[in-house]
């Protein structure tokens, strides 16, 4: 794995830079097995796009990656990164041909099928910068006396029925091999018994020093609000901040989510 090393990055097309992580060990520590509690996807913005047609000259262009939560495997950050660099001086016939060497190679390596979109940057001259919709939990005024994770701090305010979304941008995790930090934005829309907003942001919080990957972050708030929570519906899903290019966006649901990709100010 490279993440965590010095690299050569190459520039002509090489699928082995490619890095597959299985997805079970971290949801073996959840107590998932094969039977998951949840569907989804995985979101992935990629803003470094770039190849040569067939006459050499070079294209610049942003991507777009979606797989299912289900796949047995996840790509490593910095291994897409690195995989992307390689097409810079690879020629590509037609923009449908790389699209389609780019799903090919990416849904071998998940087991599972990947959606990718290239997306010209004319295609974004309208897209708008917006917060999440819902309720912000970040006003409420709170003591933190530690930043241990602590799923006890979630817990159900009133016994009436809600349907309502909240979210925080106060999610920060570290990587769980460089130790570097990761910033997001994670919003949870319900329907149960009214959850305590400021329970939900000292749990937030509380992911201040914990060391997990993206994808595992956003399962494991998922897994915590049903154990403590009970809703009857669930979506908790994450924005996270731009790096090295990317920028990676789990989705997990109770039922089939829509596949959004709304623009934050930190992506």
């Not at 959606?115 to 897209?127: E, G, K, M």
Request: net charge negative; with cysteine.
């Amino acid at each position: 794995m490279e993440l965590g090393k010095v690299s050569v990055y190459e520039s002509h097309y090489n699928p082995e830079r490619l890095y597959a992580i299985p997805r079970k060990a971290q949801r073996d520590e959840l107590g998932l097995t094969e039977n998951l509690p949840f569907v989804g996807h995985d979101l992935w913005n990629h803003y470094e796009v770039s190849w040569l047609d067939a006459r050499g000259k070079p294209h610049v262009a942003t991507a777009q990656i979606v797989y299912p939560c289900d796949s047995e495997f996840i790509i490593e950050s910095k291994s897409m990164k690195l995989y992307f660099n390689s097409l810079n001086n690879s020629r590509f016939a037609n923009t449908d041909l790389l699209q389609k060497t780019i799903e090919d190679d990416l849904s071998s390596r998940l087991r599972a099928n990947a959606s990718v979109s290239i997306q010209p940057l004319q295609s974004h001259a309208h897209r708008i910068i917006s917060p999440l919709e819902g309720i912000c939990v970040d006003e409420n005024e709170i003591d933190v006396e530690g930043f241990a994770l602590n799923p006890d701090y979630l817990e159900v305010e009133t016994d009436s029925a809600v349907e309502e979304t909240l979210y925080s941008n106060l999610l920060k995790s570290n990587c769980l091999v460089t130790g570097q930090p990761d910033w997001g934005s994670v919003w949870v829309k319900y329907k149960g018994n009214k959850i305590s907003r400021e329970g939900l942001l000292r749990y937030v919080i509380s992911f201040r020093e914990h060391h997990e990957f993206h994808e595992h972050c956003v399962e494991r708030i998922f897994i915590d609000i049903m154990r403590r929570c009970s809703p009857t519906s669930l979506t908790v899903g994450a924005r996270y901040t731009r790096r090295g290019g990317l920028d990676i966006n789990p989705v997990r649901s109770t039922k089939s989510p829509e596949i959004t990709n709304p623009r934050l100010i930190r992506q």
